[in-house]
């Protein structure tokens, strides 16, 4: 089992940064792809960034457009979500996820879940 509990998240104003945090606890976090996933109101839970286990590999989705970086730090079982330049459009619940061996883009392949931080960006 892999226990994750996210932080770091707030109220900001656009153009803002945050940086969230990915704590994991249980099994071994360097087995483990780690994607961020974000959920607005009213939308459907959609793909930010992921992180291979060794961290050696990421990948965004487009919206981030270099704001955002996704890093891990295996011998502290944290992964790490800077985002600068922060937007209205970028105000979600943000969630971490581990899943065994490689990163994808679809949420439903995600074994584990925590249980999100609120980021809220106003202009």
């Known amino acids: 089992q892999v226990q994750l509990v996210e932080s770091g998240g707030g109220l900001v104003q656009t153009g803002a940064s945050l940086r969230l945090n990915c704590a994991a606890s249980?099994?071994?976090?360097?087995?483990?792809?780690v994607g961020w996933f974000r959920q607005a109101p009213g939308k459907e839970r959609e793909f930010v960034a992921a992180?291979?286990?060794?961290?050696?590999?990421?990948n965004y989705e487009d919206f981030v457009k270099g704001r955002f970086i996704i890093s891990r730090d295996n011998a502290k079982s944290t992964v790490y979500l800077q985002m600068n330049s922060l937007e209205t459009e970028d105000t979600a619940v943000y969630y971490c996820?581990?899943?065994?061996?490689?990163?994808?883009?679809?949420?439903?392949?995600?074994?584990?879940w925590g249980q999100g931080t609120q980021v809220t960006v106003s202009s």
């Open positions: 249980g099994r071994n976090l360097t087995l483990y792809a």
């Open positions: 996820a581990a899943r065994a061996g490689l990163r994808s883009t679809t949420p439903s392949l995600y074994e584990y």
């Open positions: 992180i291979t286990p060794s961290g050696n590999n990421v």
